[in-house]
């Protein structure tokens, strides 16, 4: 069983950054499908960033140039720095990992942008 631990959400005006952190037990942050979503309320879940292979990552169109994400492999997690954010970006941020066949998914960190 894998334990996956989100963390860093806040409260930030539009303008502001965040960095988001995902903890992941059990080896996990190895693997090579790993990454994070959002869900407004009302929404879907959406695709937000992910990382496949260790090498390629994609990232949703509405954040492209101002999100990052990043693996730091020694502290066993993944992270996510946002940028420029926007009332849009108002959601419940999720971190998931798919490991030996299986997918995980964290409680989810509450970021809202709001002045």
């Known amino acids: 069983q894998v334990q996956v631990v989100e963390s860093g959400g806040g409260l930030v005006q539009p303008g502001g950054s965040l960095k988001l952190a995902c903890t992941v037990s059990a080896g996990a942050i190895a693997s090579n499908n790993i990454g994070w979503y959002r869900q407004g309320v009302g929404d879907q879940r959406e695709l937000v960033a992910v990382?496949?292979?260790?090498?390629?990552?994609n990232y949703a169109d509405f954040v492209k140039g101002r999100f990052t994400i990043s693996r730091d492999n020694a502290k066993n997690t993944l992270y996510l720095q946002m940028n420029n954010l926007k009332p849009e970006d108002t959601a419940v941020y999720y971190c998931?990992?798919?490991?030996?066949?299986?997918?995980?998914w964290g409680q989810g960190t509450q970021v809202t942008v709001s002045s």
């Open positions: 998931r990992v798919f490991w030996n066949w299986n997918i995980y």
């Open positions: 990382t496949i292979n260790k090498r390629n990552t």
